[in-house]
């Protein structure tokens, strides 16, 4: 603000006088608002957004958030966002059909065929998708602080935005909000993968399985956060208006 002085003006008792109006110019300044609330209140908002939003209105995107800068969820909101997504009926089909592909192609073929094999490899893929959704999703999230999902940049070039979706599934951004490696969902990848030795056939077990089917869930991580980026968004639900990524 441009500092401003008057002419001396001198009045006497009962004395009136009109001065011209005086116009102050404003320039060069930064206005900020901050507005507090209560994180808990304010993470199960976020959660509530998260749980409305599918694909074409059926598929979960429940991972997704297109507001960059949403509030962190706290741990009951992770949980309750790993539970919903593991419990989803259109989660457990997908299992369904993971297990019937298996069970065509044969694999792990000491599961056996017939209904008695399908219910093998569906026990195990229903298993892998538990473990690997409340490691990933939930557990992990809450011991390192880190927030589960996929924040939307939506701006920039096709290669930066690429290399974003791309790197976001080794940096993760924590409570925080600073970007620091993704150790929830590597840790969560690998650790499901070990559990798989548990109930996979003997013959399939060993240090091999644990590094295939981690950099396997790793590199679909990869593929999942490229359609976020660059297809989910126009066919989701319940995106508020005003979320459009990167500011």
Same mark, same amino acid.
Do not use: C
């Given at each position: 603000?441009?500092?401003?002085?008057?002419?001396?003006?001198?009045?006497?008792?009962?004395?009136?006088?009109?001065?011209?109006?005086?116009?102050?110019?404003?320039?060069?300044?930064?206005?900020?608002?901050?507005?507090?609330g &209560?994180p808990?209140?304010?993470?199960?908002?976020?959660?509530?957004?998260?749980?409305?939003?599918? !694909?074409?209105?059926?598929?979960?995107?429940?991972?997704?958030t297109?507001?960059?800068?949403?509030?962190?969820?706290?741990?009951?909101?992770?949980?309750?966002?790993?539970?919903?997504?593991?419990?989803?009926?259109?989660?457990?089909?997908?299992?369904?059909?993971?297990?019937?592909?298996?069970?065509?192609?044969?694999?792990?073929?000491?599961?056996?065929?017939?209904?008695?094999?399908?219910?093998?490899?569906?026990g195990?893929?229903?298993?892998?998708?538990?473990?690997?959704?409340?490691?990933?999703?939930?557990?992990?999230?809450?011991?390192?602080?880190?927030?589960?999902?996929?924040?939307?940049?939506?701006?920039?070039? !096709?290669r930066?935005?690429?290399?974003?979706a !791309?790197? &976001?599934?080794?940096?993760?951004?924590?409570?925080?909000?600073?970007?620091?490696?993704?150790? &929830?969902?590597?840790?969560?990848?690998?650790?499901?993968?070990?559990?798989?030795?548990?109930?996979?056939?003997?013959?399939?077990?060993?240090? &091999?399985?644990?590094?295939?089917?981690?950099?396997?869930?790793?590199?679909?991580? !990869?593929?999942?956060?490229?359609?976020?980026?660059?297809?989910?968004?126009?066919?989701t639900?319940?995106?508020?208006?005003?979320?459009?990524?990167?500011?």
């Amino acid at each position: 603000m441009l500092p401003f002085s008057s002419l001396q003006i001198s009045l006497q008792a009962g004395e009136t006088r009109l001065v011209p109006p005086m116009t102050l110019s404003v320039f060069g300044g930064t206005t900020n608002v901050t507005v507090n609330g &209560s994180p808990e209140q304010l993470s199960r908002q976020q959660a509530q957004i998260a749980l409305q939003q599918r !694909i074409v209105g059926v598929i979960p995107n429940f991972y997704s958030t297109y507001d960059w800068n949403a509030p962190p969820l706290l741990a009951r909101q992770k949980f309750r966002l790993g539970i919903h997504s593991i419990i989803d009926p259109v989660s457990l089909f997908g299992v369904a059909v993971t297990a019937g592909a298996e069970q065509y192609q044969n694999v792990f073929p000491a599961y056996g065929s017939g209904v008695e094999g399908y219910g093998k490899r569906y026990g195990a893929a229903l298993a892998n998708h538990v473990s690997a959704t409340l490691l990933g999703r939930a557990v992990y999230p809450s011991l390192f602080h880190q927030d589960p999902r996929y924040f939307y940049k939506g701006k920039g070039s !096709i290669r930066s935005r690429a290399l974003y979706a !791309i790197s &976001s599934a080794f940096v993760a951004r924590g409570d925080d909000g600073r970007r620091q490696p993704n150790y &929830s969902r590597l840790l969560g990848n690998f650790s499901a993968a070990a559990i798989s030795n548990l109930y996979y056939p003997a013959s399939d077990r060993g240090a &091999s399985l644990v590094v295939l089917n981690g950099l396997a869930t790793t590199g679909g991580d !990869i593929v999942a956060n490229l359609t976020r980026e660059f297809l989910l968004k126009h066919f989701t639900s319940h995106v508020p208006k005003s979320a459009n990524g990167e500011p």
